[in-house]
């Protein structure tokens, strides 16, 4: 049984660092493309950075610079470390695992940006 557990998220104030983890069970993890989706009501799941097996990275434009992803295979788990965080980053945000055209998700965490 494929199981994604998000840890990490919370309130934090604007310009302030925040980081997430992921862990995975149930997968060869090593040879998953991993990455953070992030959602806020009304509007599609959105693509905030994914990790290749080999550690090559992509990032959504709103983030770059400001977020980093980051993966280790020895503990099955997934980073993202989030600086300078502004109130548009609020959002639950996703990890996904994804090998061929079959994804799985995790449960979402809340991360929440304000003063």
């Known amino acids: 049984q494929v199981q994604l557990v998000e840890s990490g998220g919370g309130l934090v104030q604007p310009g302030g660092p925040l980081g997430l983890s992921c862990a995975a069970s149930g997968i060869i993890f090593s040879t998953y493309h991993m990455a953070w989706y992030r959602q806020v009501p009304g509007k599609q799941r959105e693509l905030v950075a994914r990790i290749a097996p080999g550690g090559g990275t992509n990032y959504a434009d709103s983030v770059k610079g400001r977020f980093t992803i980051s993966r280790d295979n020895a503990k099955k788990t997934i980073y993202l470390q989030m600086n300078s965080l502004k109130p548009e980053d609020t959002a639950v945000y996703y990890c996904?695992?994804?090998?061929?055209?079959?994804?799985?998700w995790g449960q979402g965490t809340q991360v929440t940006v304000s003063s």
């Open positions: 996904n695992a994804q090998l061929g055209s079959r994804p799985y």
